[in-house]
C-alpha cells in the first residue's frame, strides 16, 4: 500500500485550519479538526477501511508532531526570556504534552479516516 500524499496534506490542511478555528472550543474543536480532517484524508485517499486509516493516522501524526514542535520552540523561548536558564525547560514541558496531543490527533483522525476509506472505496 503507498501513501498518497496528496491526500494526507489536504488532511493535514484541513486539520490545521479547523483546529485554528476550533480554538474557541477548546477540547472539543480539536477533536473536531481531528475527525474532520482524518476523515478528509481518508476519503481522499479511498481503497477501503485500512487505507483510510492509515491515511488519516499519517495526517494526523504529522499534524500534531509539528505543532508540538513549533510550541515547544515559542515555548522554550518565552521560558528562556523569561526564566533564564531554568526557564528553558517550559519547552521540555511542552513536549510531553506535544506527545499527548500527537496521539489525540493520530487516533481520532485514524478513525475517521477508516469511515471516509470506507465511504469512498474505489
Do not use: C, E, N
Not at 32 to 53: K, N, P, Q, S, T
Request: zero cysteines; aromatic letters at 6%.
Amino acid at each position: 500500500m503507498s501513501t498518497d500524499w496528496g491526500a494526507v496534506a489536504v488532511g493535514f490542511v484541513v486539520l490545521l485550519v479547523v483546529g485554528a478555528i476550533g480554538l474557541t472550543v477548546p477540547l472539543l474543536g480539536q477533536v473536531g479538526a481531528g475527525l474532520v480532517g482524518g476523515f478528509a484524508a481518508g476519503y481522499l485517499a479511498g481503497g477501503g477501511l485500512g487505507r483510510g486509516a492509515w491515511h488519516g493516522l499519517v495526517a494526523g501524526s504529522i499534524t500534531g508532531v509539528v505543532i508540538t514542535l513549533v510550541l515547544a520552540v515559542f515555548g522554550g523561548a518565552l521560558g528562556l526570556a523569561a526564566g533564564g536558564p531554568l526557564g528553558g525547560l517550559v519547552g521540555g514541558g511542552i513536549v510531553v504534552v506535544g506527545v499527548v496531543i500527537t496521539l489525540l490527533f493520530a487516533i481520532d483522525s485514524a478513525l475517521a479516516g477508516a469511515v471516509g476509506g470506507w465511504l469512498k472505496r474505489a
